[in-house]
């Protein structure tokens, strides 16, 4: 039988970078692996918990948001 994986939550990722040069740190993180029906409001309550959120933006229905935050270290400690 095949496997599959299945993320209980939400996994922060960075975006990969644009070139071959390590890129620079960013208050913008990338998380893919919400919930179906997750909205923005909901988004910003699970992480305002980790960090002050300038701008959530959900991209489509795809389970795919884009936070930035106040910091550059906000960001980066999430992350990690």
């Known amino acids: 039988e095949g ?3 299945v ?3 939400p996994v922060p990722t960075s975006p990969p970078p644009a070139s071959a040069a ?3 740190p960013s208050p ?4 893919s692996g919400l ?6 409001a909901a988004v910003n309550g699970i992480f ?11 991209l489509g229905a795809s389970g795919n948001a884009v936070i930035e935050f106040a ?3 906000e960001a980066t400690w999430i992350v990690e």
Do not use: H, W
């Not at 919930?35 to 923005?40: K, N, Q």
């Not at 305002?48 to 959900?58: D, E, F, P, R, V």
């Open 3 to 5: 496997s599959s994986s």
């Open 7 to 9: 993320f209980s939550r």
């Open 22 to 24: 390590m890129a620079q």
């Open 28 to 31: 913008r993180v990338f998380f």
């Open 35 to 40: 919930p179906a029906g997750t909205d923005e």
């Open 48 to 58: 305002s918990a980790y960090g002050n959120i300038q701008t959530c933006k959900l």
């Open 71 to 73: 910091s550059v270290d």
